[in-house]
């Protein structure tokens, strides 16, 4: 595992990648140590033990800024604050709970209020040793695929996500946590994401910042802009894609209907 670095010698951009490597590595060695045999045990572990080591660490090298973390208790004075981070300690619980899955990803990002939005923020994909950063080292973006491919639940297929891939000729692909969603599209396996009805900010916002840094289309589904530190933490509706379908699935989704 990669040092802790020296409190106050990393800028943002870098502490969010280390940070979630960091609580990446710490959850596979979970994994291994506990295994899949009560795998509800795993997810809780794997929730507390990422939460409480991301905590630790915001807390000591930058003890001055809030923090919204899915399995922290939300502290309403986040709203005046001037920076807080905006943290899933572990995104996709569910798919790192089952046998070698790897769509499971760990978020850090920054919100400013100066700023007006977010300004660092890193993904881990620790099931394939890769975290993608607002720091830069994006690779180019991968052709759009033939069809293109629009990220979707596992579970099911939302309604309007295989409407609007019919209307632009795209393919519904079946993929675990919303960071994987997301970077699925800089990693080639994807070409967008798009999410209908409220989202927590700790789901979105990493995923949205690293996205939009690489050179994606990052918007709301009407192509408004997202907004994070609000009242209820909640993003309510997404879309990340390939710029060249930015606005075709924008046009899709007005014909759609979004009620």
């Not at 609580?23 to 033990?49: E, F, N, S, V």
């Amino acid at each position: 595992m990669t040092p802790a670095p020296t409190a106050g010698t990393y800028d943002d951009a870098e502490l969010a990648r280390d940070l979630a490597t960091r609580a990446g590595h710490l959850l596979l060695q979970l994994r291994a140590r506990m295994g899949y045999g009560d795998p509800d045990a795993l997810r809780a572990a794997g929730d507390q033990h990422s939460h409480e080591f991301l905590a630790a660490e915001l807390a000591t090298h930058r003890p001055g800024d809030a923090v919204l973390s899915e399995e922290g208790a939300d502290d309403l004075s986040r709203l005046d604050a001037d920076r807080l981070w905006i943290v899933d300690p572990l995104d996709g619980t569910s798919e790192f709970g089952e046998t070698d899955r790897t769509d499971w990803a760990v978020h850090v990002a920054l919100w400013e209020r100066a700023a007006g939005g977010l300004t660092a923020a890193a993904v881990a994909l620790p099931a394939r040793r890769t975290t993608l950063s607002t720091d830069g080292g994006f690779p180019p973006l991968p052709p759009v695929g033939t069809p293109p491919r629009i990220a979707m639940s596992r579970s099911r297929a939302p309604a309007f996500v295989v409407d609007v891939a019919e209307q632009v000729g795209a393919v519904p692909t079946p993929i675990g946590s919303a960071g994987m969603k997301a970077m699925a599209i800089l990693l080639g396996e994807a070409d967008a994401y798009l999410h209908r009805g409220r989202m927590k900010e700790w789901d979105s916002a990493a995923p949205a910042a690293v996205a939009a840094a690489a050179g994606l289309h990052v918007s709301r589904l009407d192509g408004s802009p997202l907004t994070f530190n609000t009242e209820h933490r909640l993003t309510l509706d997404l879309l990340i894609c390939q710029p060249s379908l930015a606005e075709p699935l924008l046009a899709a989704l007005a014909r759609t209907g979004r009620d």
